[in-house]
């Protein structure tokens, strides 16, 4: 063997490659082993704020320690949200930097270094579809000029400075687009949203067609994918309507198929679905996540349940919620949220409490991972 060559085979054993989340049929696992995401919404501290221009005041950092202290694995934070802090936009609404400070990336990066240094696995919702005032961020959705200025500007830098992080578990383009779409007929099966429309899809009057969002999402998903290749993508969506094809009040828009299509190309797939579930007048829609198994919805990918809290869980109670989740083959359960504000939202006390119902268990996934 050559000095040369033997030099580089050295060094490479003596290399060491960091642990991700990663996806086996319908399980998610670590490190080899199933697992199961106990965790918990953050999903801010100062809405729309936290990262970037200042904003970064270590309340996350502590959040997250308590969390993990209380069981916790696993978090889903919120980024830019509606667009107000971050991204930075000049005056024709393109996208120049993630900020005016020029802070956002390492910021983010502090709080995986944190969320790894407490063996806590970080899930980065960017956009929130169920709530979106902000013009500039809707214009992004459908120029995608300006899209490709968030992407080129942004999205590229962060995802570059993160990329390979031990505690980057997934990316998620946008919260519950659902919120935003228009409801409508279409004889393209991936925009028709007249099924979801039936079950309360529209609420913020928006009405952007299903076939901008899809390509809203699917492009970020290519970007993130062409830089980082191991990362996990998902999508979180306001119910199971939008997110399966197996019950007569679903319609999924977000296969492989409908994904690609829109954005145009490949690799704008998720890894793994996401649903939220709260109840509706004291009683659970059909079909809800807390009411059948994982298996039921008859998808080929590990579905987390993304959303939910006990004071609007049909009477039942937190760590029930999480037990359920675990017996019931999802890959994992995020409670709604730390920052404990808002309708649906169960207390910081109620959610540490209920984090420690599956610490240590194995038997259907492990709980208690190790970030390195």
């Not at 990262?51 to 202290?69: H, K, P, Q, R």
């Not at 991204?87 to 944190?114: H, I, M, R, W």
């Not at 992004?140 to 999205?155: E, F, G, M």
């Not at 007249?194 to 492009?219: D, N």
């Amino acid at each position: 063997m050559r000095a040369s060559s033997c030099l580089t085979f050295l060094a490479l054993l003596g290399t060491t490659f960091a642990a991700r989340l990663s996806v086996s049929g319908t399980d998610l696992t670590y490190k080899g082993e199933k697992v199961f995401l106990n965790g918990c919404n953050i999903a801010w501290n100062n809405y729309g704020y936290d990262f970037g221009n200042g904003g970064y005041d270590g309340t996350l950092d502590s959040w997250v320690s308590e969390i993990a202290s209380s069981g916790g694995n696993s978090i889903r934070i919120w980024v830019h949200v509606e667009g107000y802090s971050t991204p930075a936009f000049d005056g024709d609404g393109y996208v120049t930097s993630c900020d005016n400070s020029g802070q956002f990336e390492n910021d983010v990066k502090q709080l995986l270094d944190t969320a790894q240094a407490n063996d806590v696995l970080v899930t980065l919702t960017m956009w929130n579809g169920a709530y979106l005032t902000n013009q500039p961020a809707i214009d992004l959705i459908y120029d995608d000029s300006k899209l490709d200025s968030y992407i080129n500007n942004c999205l590229n830098s962060l995802i570059n400075t993160i990329k390979g992080h031990p505690a980057f578990g997934a990316f998620e383009a946008v919260n519950e687009p659902e919120g935003s779409v228009l409801v409508e007929s279409n004889s393209d099966y991936c925009y028709d949203t007249s099924i979801i429309g039936q079950a309360g899809a529209g609420w913020t009057g928006l009405s952007v067609p299903m076939e901008r969002f899809l390509r809203f999402i699917g492009r970020q998903n290519q970007a993130v994918r062409a830089i980082d290749s191991e990362a996990l993508i998902t999508i979180g969506s306001w119910g199971q309507f939008s997110q399966n094809d197996a019950f007569s009040n679903s319609h999924n828009h977000y296969t492989d198929a409908c994904l690609n299509q829109a954005a145009g190309g490949s690799n704008a797939h998720l890894d793994f679905y996401q649903m939220h579930t709260y109840d509706w007048g004291g009683s659970w829609s059909p079909d809800a996540p807390f009411t059948v198994s994982a298996s039921d919805y008859g998808l080929d990918k590990p579905i987390v349940i993304g959303e939910y809290a006990s004071v609007c869980a049909a009477g039942t109670s937190l760590r029930d919620l999480y037990e359920y989740g675990y017996t019931h083959g999802y890959s994992g359960g995020w409670s709604w949220h730390y920052s404990a504000s808002g309708e649906c939202s169960d207390s910081r006390d109620t959610q540490r409490d209920a984090l420690g119902q599956l610490a240590g268990r194995t038997d259907n996934g492990v709980v208690d991972i190790v970030v390195d």
